[in-house]
């Protein structure tokens, strides 16, 4: 302590410490997460209107991580939706939910066609819709935020 009252805080530890931690567990938690927020994204759209359209369940198929496909249909596998890993760094999360069946992105992009659905709530932009509400939106973004700040 001085002699005016003051002191001094050597704080070079505590920010190598939370340097560490905001290089190395943040981003492992953040990526984590994002595949969390990607899979309830794709269970989302298949139950919210407008929902994800279907023949033969092919284009809803399951939620998955990663390039292996899970369902039912051996022979339909390559249909089947897949959540990927884009690009990650420190400071770039980008996780991408792609439907690989042929007519995804023709449906999707189908706005105000007169289109005989599979099923009532069935719509275009059943992935988009759902990021420009602000309920799912604040759901994905808080599951990541809920999650980093947790540590898990």
Not at 43 to 62: F, M, N, Q, S, V
């Amino acid at each position: 302590m001085s002699d005016t009252g003051s002191f001094t805080l050597d704080m070079a530890d505590f920010l190598n410490n939370l340097d560490s931690i905001v290089r190395s567990k943040i981003p492992a938690i953040a990526r984590k997460a994002c595949w969390e927020a990607a899979a309830a994204l794709k269970k989302d759209a298949d139950e919210i209107e407008p929902k994800t359209p279907h023949l033969h369940g092919t284009l809803r198929g399951d939620s998955i991580r990663g390039a292996k496909a899970k369902g039912n249909s051996p022979t339909q596998k390559e249909f089947f939706p897949k959540i990927t890993e884009h690009e990650f760094s420190s400071s770039i999360i980008s996780i991408l939910v792609t439907y690989c069946a042929p007519y995804a992105a023709r449906w999707h992009e189908a706005v105000g066609e007169a289109i005989n659905w599979s099923e009532p709530g069935v719509g275009p932009k059943y992935l988009e819709a759902k990021m420009a509400r602000d309920d799912l939106r604040s759901k994905y973004f808080g599951l990541i935020a809920d999650r980093i700040k947790a540590g898990e």
